[in-house]
């Protein structure tokens, strides 16, 4: 089934993201530690950074910080696959800010931070030995973007905005970078992040997304709370009356893409022998996004997407190490001309 927005060698290809800057804090530790902090296990709780800083320094581990959030992984994941990206996002004035953004800088986004006199933005994420992750967050300075940080100009030449749903919380922000986008000409997609953000802001997303969102990408449970719907396959369809194009990610069952009244069942990749799911979405949005914008066949986009979510599903943690780059650049071999990819089998 071909979507004609994005032609093989089209003039736009870039993917901006637009997300929370968050630093991730990973620790490994054991229950009793995680029972000490008072966060339930598995949960998330929001702290001040002294707060944060005193866990960690607790833990008595050397924790490893990388970049994270969710728009971020994707973006970073679409630069690895190979493809053009920005990211939006405002950090603090420090180290963990310098750090967030040299990191970007790294894989090659063209990385627009605002800034701020607040520190930025982290999460400490308790990683204990059944790869169950509880996490302290501090948003910080990741929550006080502002409309004048996110102009029109800064989606100029991009064929996809990524908007991570965790920005609906800062409503004006949220709506004016869909207003942005639209006005640069740029494609819109929506990642829903969380049946919480979903059942917080029903109302508001609902409209959002009639008037704004091209590409809607949901979990099973964000499908079920925007629709109300227990049947995937006809939530998949609710949404896509919604959006151009529809997605309904189902862990380990694969994933279902809606266009029109069209369907695809998308399988999940490997044998089901994963480690740790954290970052599973976020990756297989990369994949997916990479593919559309390089004018793949939207089955094709999912197989990719599909090969990216599993590749992080394979070691703790939200980025793919160098092994699965490789694996998943079998499925990519671009053509010389970068102007489409090889048939993905
Ligand atoms: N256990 C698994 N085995 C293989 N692939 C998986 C597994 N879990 C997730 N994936 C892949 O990652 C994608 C996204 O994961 P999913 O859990 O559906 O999204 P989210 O992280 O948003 O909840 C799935 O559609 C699938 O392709
Ligand atoms: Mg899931």
Not at 19 to 25: E, K, P, Q, R, Y
Not at 32 to 40: H, K, S
């Amino acid at each position: 089934m071909p979507i004609d927005w994005f032609q093989p060698g089209g003039a736009r290809k870039r993917i901006v993201g637009i997300g929370s800057a968050l630093v991730d804090i990973l620790v490994s530790t054991d229950d009793a530690f995680v029972a000490q902090t008072g966060v339930p296990k598995g949960g998330m709780i929001y702290f001040d950074p002294p707060v944060i800083d005193q866990v960690l320094k607790d833990a008595g581990a050397t924790p490893q910080i990388v970049p994270g959030g969710a728009a971020c992984n994707t973006i970073t994941g679409v630069a690895r696959l190979g493809g053009e990206t920005r990211f939006l996002g405002k950090r603090g004035r420090d180290e963990f800010g310098e750090r967030f953004e040299a990191a970007l800088v790294r894989h090659g986004v063209d990385t627009l931070l605002a800034d701020s006199a607040t520190p930025t933005g982290r999460v400490l994420s308790l990683i204990t030995p059944d790869s169950q992750r509880t996490m302290l967050t501090y948003l910080g300075a990741s929550s006080e973007m502002v409309p004048e940080e996110v102009p029109p100009a800064y989606f100029q030449d991009c064929a996809v905005a990524l908007i991570e749903g965790y920005l609906v919380y800062n409503r004006t922000l949220f709506q004016h970078a869909m207003q942005s986008a639209r006005q640069a000409g740029t494609r819109i997609a929506l990642d829903l992040s969380s049946f919480t953000v979903v059942d917080e802001n029903h109302r508001n997303l609902k409209s959002i997304v009639a008037r704004y969102v091209d590409i809607l990408i949901a979990n099973e449970d964000e499908a079920r709370a925007f629709t109300g719907l227990e049947d995937e396959t006809a939530a998949v369809r609710a949404l896509a009356e919604q959006a151009e194009l529809a997605v309904v990610k189902r862990g380990a069952r694969g994933s279902l893409i809606g266009h029109g009244d069209q369907i695809i069942t998308v399988p999940a990749h490997g044998e089901g022998n994963v480690v740790d799911t954290t970052g599973a979405g976020d990756l297989w949005a990369s994949g997916f996004l990479f593919g559309l914008v390089q004018g793949l066949p939207l089955a094709q986009c999912g197989k990719l997407a599909s090969v990216c979510g599993y590749e992080v599903c394979c070691v703790i943690g939200a980025s793919i190490p160098a092994e699965g780059w490789q694996r998943i650049r079998q499925f990519t071999a671009i053509y010389p001309d970068r102007t489409g990819l090889k048939e993905v089998s």
